[in-house]
């Protein structure tokens, strides 16, 4: 069992930032792909960001390219979510997920564990 424990979130203004993180716990002993997910009231949950175990390899959601940076840190199981130049269409509860494997964690259906999100409200 793994578990996963976001923090970060918060209430910023229009072109603020913000850094999520997302601590790993447990029996994590396969390797594994990292991720951040979002929900935003009355919409289903949709994919951000996701880096591969080693961290070589990233990936985004079109809508935050060149504004979110997501990034590693093995040795302490965790995984970071730079948020920059963010607007109100970012507000949503940000979800961190892990997927067992060499490859990525964009799918909701692959996703193995979620954490329990942090809320991130931008306001106008």
Request: proline residues 2%; aromatic residues 12%; neutral net charge.
């Amino acid at each position: 069992q793994v578990q996963l424990l976001e923090s970060g979130g918060g209430l910023v203004q229009t072109g603020d930032s913000l850094r999520l993180s997302c601590a790993a716990s447990g029996r994590a002993y396969r390797s594994y792909a990292m991720g951040w997910f979002r929900q935003a009231p009355g919409k289903e949950r949709e994919f951000v960001a996701t880096i591969n175990w080693s961290g070589s390899i990233t990936d985004y959601t079109d809508s935050v390219k060149g504004r979110f940076t997501i990034s590693s840190d093995n040795a302490k199981s965790t995984v970071y979510l730079q948020m920059d130049s963010l607007k109100p269409e970012d507000t949503a509860v940000y979800y961190c997920a892990l997927t067992w494997g060499y490859g990525l964690a964009r799918s909701r259906a692959g996703v193995n564990f979620w954490g329990e999100g942090t809320l991130v409200t931008v306001s106008s």
